[in-house]
């Protein structure tokens, strides 16, 4: 148990529609990931917010953006969704030496 | 940039075997080094990192790894597993004391421990 939570578990859209992810980080956690993982692979670094602003980018589109909020969460969010979008969504939150990750939300795109 | 790869995709031993998870990375800066494990339905869970100081780092179950700067490796070995070890494990590489920021996987090893 991280103290991390996702929410929602499973979330199925289409092509086209928009999505928010949202993840509740342990109290205290400065930052927040957000991380892609396709079937199969690796999880890809999307993005970081420190102390509610971005601190480093991966090579996603803009249409991935995100948010960290006062009170420890944050949200994913992903605008014209792709058939390619399909994967699991994972984000961790901690401090500058140790990070906790979340138990993902899965999202398929039809 | 730094890319990570992990060699085997699948690595099947016997319970009680010892097993090696073998990693290489590939960076122009300096880089600090993890290995997480992925059971099934779960999130990643941080096994053991290497941020400085001695080479060799171990984790609290018995897994261990050893930073090679010269063969840019940081392969993972445990000299008995167990059934309940069988997981898919990632190692990745981070540039940055903040971490998680910019921080890159390999595609993982699928672990499977058989009695």
């Known amino acids: 148990e991280t103290g991390v939570t996702q929410s929602p578990t499973h979330l199925i859209k289409t092509r086209g529609q928009q999505v928010t992810l949202r993840c509740s980080s342990q109290?205290?956690?400065?930052?927040v990931s957000w991380y892609q993982q396709a079937l199969g692979q690796g999880p890809q670094f999307i993005f970081q917010?420190?102390?509610?602003?971005?601190?480093g980018r991966g090579n996603f589109p803009p249409r991935f953006s995100g948010l960290q909020f006062p009170n420890y969460s944050s949200e994913l969010n992903v605008n014209a969704l792709e058939l390619d979008d399909s994967a699991l969504y994972l984000c961790?939150?901690?401090?500058?030496?140790?990070?906790?990750f979340g138990p993902g939300t899965r999202l398929t795109v039809l | 940039a730094q890319s990570v790869t992990q060699l085997d995709s699948q690595v099947p031993v016997f319970e009680e075997a010892p097993v090696e998870l073998r990693c290489n990375y590939s960076?122009?800066?300096?880089?600090?080094l993890f290995w997480y494990v992925q059971y099934p339905n779960q999130g990643l869970q941080l096994l053991l990192k290497?941020?400085?100081?001695?080479?060799l780092v171990e984790s609290i179950n018995g897994f261990e790894a050893e930073f090679n700067k010269s063969q840019t490796s940081f392969h993972l070995r445990k000299p008995s597993v167990h059934i309940s070890d069988t997981a898919e494990y990632f190692c990745?590489?981070?540039?940055?004391?903040?971490?998680?920021?910019?921080?890159?996987f390999g595609a993982g090893t699928r672990l499977t421990v058989k009695p």
């Open positions: 961790a939150s901690g401090l500058s030496n140790e990070q906790f």
């Open positions: 109290s205290g956690h400065n930052t």
């Open positions: 917010y420190y102390r509610e602003e971005e601190n």
């Open positions: 960076s122009s800066v300096s880089v600090y």
């Open positions: 290497y941020l400085s100081g001695s080479t």
């Open positions: 990745a590489v981070s540039p940055y004391p903040i971490l998680g920021n910019d921080m890159r």
